[in-house]
C-alpha cells in the first residue's frame, strides 16, 4: 500500500510540476510620484522560446516608468506593458495593457489605468500579468494616492475568450451544403 501511495504522490506532484512550467507568462508594473520618485519592473517567463523584458524610469520635472516584457514559446505570444507619469505640477497617470494568443486559439486580454487629481503629493501604479497557457488568463490592477486632498480614479477590463473547437474548413463545408441540395 505504501508504495502505491508513493507512485500516486509522485505522479500528482509531476504532473502539477508540468503543468506550471508548460506556459509562458508575461507581467510588469510601473508607479510614478510627483515628487521625483518612480519605478518599473518586467518579466517574461516561458518554456523554451524567446522573450525580453526592458524597464525605462526618468526622474525630473516629469517622472516617468515603463515596463515591457514580451515573448513567444511552444504556447503562444504574451505581451505585457506598464507605464506611469507623474509631473511635478499637474495630474499623475498609470496605465497597463496585456495580451497573450494561445497557440490553441484562446484570446486573454486586460487593461487598466488610474489618474490621482490635485492634493500635494500623487502617486499612481499599474500592473498587469497575462500567460498563454490553455486557455489562457489576463489581469490588471491600477490605483493611486493623493495626500492633502485629490481625488483618484480607477478602472480595469479583463477578457478571456476561450478556443473554439475546430469546425472544419469553411469551403468544405459550404460544398457538403451545397450537395445535400
Given at each position: ?28 508594473n510601473a ?132 478556443a473554439q ?10 460544398i457538403k ?5
Amino acid at each position: 500500500m505504501r508504495l502505491l501511495t508513493a507512485y500516486t504522490f509522485g505522479f500528482a506532484l509531476s504532473t502539477a510540476c508540468v503543468m506550471t512550467t508548460l506556459a509562458g507568462e508575461a507581467s510588469t508594473n510601473a508607479w510614478a510620484q510627483n515628487t521625483g520618485s518612480a519605478g518599473a519592473t518586467a518579466n517574461w517567463d516561458g518554456d523554451g522560446g524567446k522573450g525580453i523584458a526592458r524597464t525605462d524610469t526618468r526622474t525630473g520635472k516629469i517622472n516617468l516608468a515603463r515596463g515591457l516584457a514580451v515573448g513567444i514559446d511552444r504556447d503562444g505570444l504574451d505581451l505585457s506593458f506598464s507605464h506611469a507619469i507623474a509631473p511635478q505640477r499637474g495630474p499623475a497617470y498609470a496605465g497597463t495593457f496585456n495580451l497573450s494568443i494561445g497557440r490553441d486559439g484562446s484570446v486573454s486580454h486586460s487593461y487598466g489605468g488610474a489618474i490621482a487629481q490635485g492634493g500635494s503629493t500623487r502617486s499612481v501604479e499599474a500592473t498587469g500579468a497575462t500567460s498563454s497557457r490553455w486557455n489562457g488568463t489576463a489581469l490588471a490592477s491600477a490605483g493611486g494616492n493623493t495626500t492633502r486632498g485629490g481625488t483618484v480614479q480607477a478602472r480595469t477590463y479583463s477578457r478571456n475568450d476561450r478556443a473554439q473547437p475546430y469546425q472544419g474548413r469553411p469551403v468544405v463545408r459550404l460544398i457538403k451544403r451545397l450537395r445535400n441540395r
